[in-house]
């Protein structure tokens, strides 16, 4: 027995599909040899919903709530890539407040986005505070999806040919109740005394203070680099070839941003930075991010003041695609017509594919559409950021210590409702 | 970004065989490549600084077979009009194209800031099976067993061709068009065998909105118009 050493074997363990940090439902199985990542093998679709299939059944506007589901934290930029690639075929463009309308609310998604980032981040590192300080102001940012949509989620707002209605001029109010008197309402709905571009302006006044606030708590924090610091680092080089795209590649020094690289939308008319990573690791991934959520907070303030100045139509005023007024219904045998087609048929895309990408919060979201010139996609592919991110997942944690799995899967910035689609 | 026109004649000087067809609609270009060239040509687009596609996109399977054919010919009207539901129409067995199934790639150079689809048009319906691109672009992989698990598209050269997104154990390959929307099977928990069974689906499958495609004076060019 002296010269035989005992065996000794890696050891393979689940992590998820249940698992507070996976972010979903990832079933992630790992390799370890002692405390050591040896090798990560993801497995995901356990959220497939076949939403590409189903799209192949539906009339173009059905599938917009599905985009919503997708990435369901920045839902609008969902819409968006998808709708693009529907104005891109019919050959379409938004009026362009219609547009400023678009990247407002886009970057207002890219800080619900970020923010539900950082909060879950610190959470699986460890920091509670940071969560619930995100969460406070995601509350008002969900406000103004619910304002101007309806819903404090799934909005479905943007269309093919602009949004769905024009930015309304007040504030839904909260109520008295049995738990909060007059004087507490009050003081809750001053922020809402005026139009939602006020609100959304009171908010960008607080907002830079709040990132103040994350930061204060995080970025010098000892025990935040320990779990951060040259953690999951990818090369630029590298990440390219993983198909890395969004603050994954900035995060490794590469400034690629599709809104100032190939501008969409009024992009190349507002002023912003694109913050860039030199080391490509969670800690860089971090500040890339909690820096776009402060140019996201000027690029809005842009679109506020523009938006304040220029009234105008938020939809093409082409019948066959977009709904007629519904006054105009009432009086008009044409629009009348116009809304039957639409709302039994929808309208007919040309023949023909596209792509058309955005610069979604995680990353390059693409839309490929295949039209054979009929009133529902013929094959709808959806190219999501977090995708390629998950897929790379073996290569950036091979070698490190079980704890920062964690720490390197949340600086992915996973959803799975857009990987397992 | 560079100009899509310069892009094509690049291309087709550094280019001259491999690639069947290229067009450029809605100012993007698509290279239909044959199949045996996809990776000499793939490789040479990543290598050559004047192309530099250094970044995989996005990997896609299409599926031809009903490309073309609508549910509701609304061309002529029977004695009856036009009854109020549509019954889910027989396979028709006139595929619209000659090649039922084509991988399609996007590729992005972050360098030259243009981009790319690429077409491989699978010829045998019986041999699907394609070069994998992993060893040109590492992100491929997923891409490639997604499009497996979806289409049942075989990627020759990939180490790890596994289902991605259905069930463990799952049969058939969803995204093609001939397999139904409602799926083939549903689960149940059945308590005389105390498991979780799997039966045929017991609802219909129907059509929701019919698909329909307009032949009128917009969508139809001057050309057909006079014949």
Known sequence: MKDNPPEIRNYVFNFGPQHPAAHGVLRLILEVDGETIVRADPHVGLLHRATEKLAESKPFNHTIGYMDRLDYVSMMCNEHGYVLAIEKLLGITPPVRAQYIRVMFDEITRILNHLLWLAAHSLDNGGMAVFLYCFREREDLLDCYEAVSGARMHATYYRPGGVYRDLPDTMPQYQPSKWQNAKEIAALNENRQGSLLDFIWDFTNRFPGCVDEYEALLTNNRIWKQRTVNIGIISPERAIALGFTGPMLRGSGVAWDLRKKQPYEVYDQLDFDIPVGTVGDCYDRYLVRVNEMRQSNRIIRQCVEWLRKNPGPVMIDDYKIAMPPREEMKISMEAMIHHFKNMTEGYIVPEGEAYAAIEHPKGEFGVYLVSDGANKPYRLKVRAAGFPHLAGLNELIRGHMIADVVSTLSSLDIVFGEIDR | ?227
């Open chain 2, 1 to 227: 970004m560079t100009d899509v026109n310069t892009l094509l004649a690049e291309i087709q000087s550094h280019f001259p065989a491999g690639i069947e067809t290229a067009q450029i609609a809605l100012d993007e270009l698509t290279l239909t490549i044959q199949p045996e060239k996809l990776l000499d040509v793939c490789s040479k687009l990543r290598d050559e600084p004047l192309f530099d596609f250094k970044l995989l996109v996005d990997v896609c399977g299409v599926d031809y077979l009903h490309y073309g054919q609508d549910d509701w010919q609304t061309n002529t009207t029977t004695v009856t009009g036009f009854s109020r539901g549509v019954l889910s129409q027989p396979e028709q067995e006139s595929p619209a194209r000659p090649n039922r199934f084509a991988v399609v790639y996007h590729l992005l150079s972050l360098s030259q800031n243009h981009r790319i689809r690429l077409r491989v048009n699978i010829p045998d319906e019986k041999a699907l099976i394609v070069d994998s691109v992993m060893d040109i672009w590492p992100a491929a992989n997923w891409y490639e067993r997604e499009v497996f698990d979806l289409f049942g598209i075989l990627f020759k050269g990939h180490p790890d061709l596994r289902r991605l997104l259905t069930d463990y154990g799952f049969i058939g390959h969803p995204f093609r068009k001939d397999f139904p929307l409602i799926g083939k099977v549903e689960a149940r928990y059945d308590a005389a065998l105390k498991c979780v069974v799997y039966e045929p689906v017991s609802i219909e499958a129907r059509v929701l909105e019919p698909k329909v495609i307009r032949r009128d004076n917009r969508y139809v060019s001057e050309s057909v118009d006079k014949t």
